[in-house]
């Protein structure tokens, strides 16, 4: 069969940028590391380039506005690119798409899950340029640990900043929390009650749960000092609008959660730049929350607070 089709040009060539180091740290052991964080965007047919000296996309290097992908496995540490192809509506809409590896529960305590992720945001501004950012307009995005963390980073407070790309700003403008464990005090309460009332739980004291990994140190004061990393319990007086999405059926960060944090908001005053969205039937991370549907929702989000 020969046939002859005129697709068109309408959609425009995604590049991966692999491997690029925006962080060195040490673990818990003192070893040093290289966090690292990959890049997609829209700026020409690379491989046309190297190839024939020239693309079919022309130079468009206007400033792009961003979003930083968080990924989740309970701190346990997640590969960085194991996930983010299901970001990449966003950067066929137009964002510059980064993702990135942060200490685990065994290579750091917090704060410095919630720090790497603020370098990470200062890396994206400090390299505008070079990755054709829109410095003013930075979103963040993350699922689970991930969706903890990036609402650590949309209260925009002056807290847990590095010394690394320090003459640039960790803030972000929009933020979207994918069912995040958002009051480890609530969690802790919640894990506590399972490991009671289940037998050959797997997890046999409070510092084995997710939870008490990242937060580490003296379990009996575990609890009250989770409060200084939880969102549900921080200023408020900076936060960026956000977008909240949560499974009914989740049994690892139950919906009580998310609605809690919800309700502080709206309380807080900022109802009208916050969004919550319970998706029915969904667990901790099944596949609703990348359903076309709710990846609209997302794109029209970010596309409101991000895009002038």
Sequence with gaps: MRKCIKPGKARKSINFLDNIVYSRQKDLNGNEMELKMSIMLQNGNSEMRLAFGKDDEGEDKAPKPAILWVPGGGYRGCDKNLMVSEMAFLADAGFVVASIYYRSSAEGHFPDQIIDVKTAIRFLRAHADEYEIDPEHIGIIGRSAGGQLTS???????????????????????????????????????????????????????????????????????????????????????????????????KLVPVEISEAFYQRLEDAGYGDQTEFYVLEGAGHGTKEFFQPETKELMLHFFEKYLKK
């Design 152 to 250: 650590l980073a949309s209260l925009n407070t002056d807290n847990f900043e590095s010394a690394e790309w320090a003459e640039f700003s960790s803030e972000v403008q929009a933020g979207i929390d994918m069912f995040g464990p958002n009051d480890f005090p609530k969690l802790m309460d919640f894990d506590l009650a399972d490991m009671a009332s289940t037998p050959n739980h797997r997890w046999k004291s409070l510092s084995d749960t997710h939870g008490g990994a990242v937060i580490g140190g003296d379990v009996a004061t575990m609890r009250e000092r989770s409060k200084s990393f939880s969102p549900m319990y921080l200023p408020l007086d900076k936060i960026c609008p956000m977008m909240i999405l949560h499974g009914d059926h989740d």
